[in-house]
């Protein structure tokens, strides 16, 4: 009995010193070169506080899209921040309107399994009404294809009407 007793195990291989070129004596860790892949499936639970942006999400759930503005300097952030990163100074909360307008946006036909999301994904860049900088987040029903989607096209904030896995997933965008 071995190595048929690990029923993960994909396989044993000797890696190579990357940096042999620099090891003209010899591999000081070639003891160690031996190496065992194994497929390892983890399931974790994390409890997490969402601080200081609690309330942008809270109000989420409540169907506004608020966000902050530096009372300093003015500047209205499309994604809320604590503080002005202009000015370094507090920051209070505004609500928006929930409307904007579509400034870039990526296609990705392939997303990783634990994001639970049709493909195409649609990862939107939106300048939102009434702030300064972008917010992204995703783009839904904008039509059969992604050849629908324009930039310069007006989008609004559409709020989640089933239970979601993270409050992120209470809004996203989609055509006006």
Not at 96 to 115: H, K, Q, R
Not at 156 to 175: D, G, I, N, R, S
Request: contains cysteine; aromatic residues 12%.
């Amino acid at each position: 009995m071995g190595l048929e007793l690990i029923s993960n195990l994909m396989e044993v291989f000797t890696a190579e010193d990357p940096m042999a070129f620099d090891h003209p004596e010899g591999d000081p860790w070639a003891d160690f070169r031996e190496v065992m892949r194994i497929e390892w499936k983890m399931d974790f639970t994390y409890k997490h506080v969402l601080g200081k942006y609690s309330k942008f999400f809270i109000e989420l759930a409540n169907k506004k899209f608020i966000t902050t503005k530096c009372e300093n300097c003015g500047k209205v952030w499309g994604i809320p921040r604590p503080l002005c990163a202009d000015c370094m100074s507090i920051t209070k909360w505004i609500e928006l309107p929930g409307t904007g307008t579509l400034e870039s946006y990526s296609v990705s036909n392939f997303v990783p399994a634990f994001m639970k999301v049709e493909t195409p994904y649609v990862l939107a860049m939106v300048k939102m009404d009434g702030a300064d900088t972008l917010f992204t987040h995703q783009l839904k029903n904008y039509g059969e294809s992604t050849d629908e989607i324009k930039m310069g096209m007006p989008v609004k904030v559409a709020y989640a009407t089933e239970p979601v896995e993270h409050p992120m997933l209470l809004m996203h965008f989609e055509p006006a």
